[in-house]
């Protein structure tokens, strides 16, 4: 059993900065594959950025250049820092690790982006 706790969400400008955060349990963390997606009101839950065992990362299209999924397998964390943040990134972020054959989630941030 894998547990997420995901830190960090708050109502910001456009154009401005936030980093998400997420912290799992379990003693195999350098193993979970970790992700963080991302689900606005009224539309499907979509993958945001992922980040592999040994650091590998891939993004969604539109925000490959404005946020970076980061690991510290030391610390069991996973980051996502947004830069230029727009009103389409306004959603709740979930954290997400995959480890063995499970899926698992954590309860979501909200990430507002509005004047």
């Known amino acids: 059993q894998v547990q997420l706790v995901e830190d960090g969400g708050d109502l910001v400008q456009p154009g401005g900065s936030l980093t998400l955060s997420c912290l799992a349990s379990g003693k195999d963390f350098r193993n979970y594959k970790m992700a963080w997606y991302r689900q606005a009101p009224g539309k499907r839950r979509e993958l945001v950025a992922e980040i592999r065992r040994g650091g590998g990362t891939s993004y969604a299209i539109g925000v490959q250049d404005r946020f970076i999924i980061s690991r510290d397998d030391n610390k069991n964390t996973i980051n996502l820092q947004m830069t230029n943040l727009k009103p389409t990134d306004t959603a709740t972020y979930y954290c997400?690790?995959?480890?063995?054959?499970?899926?698992?989630w954590g309860q979501g941030t909200q990430v507002t982006v509005s004047l």
């Open positions: 997400y690790a995959r480890w063995s054959t499970t899926d698992y």
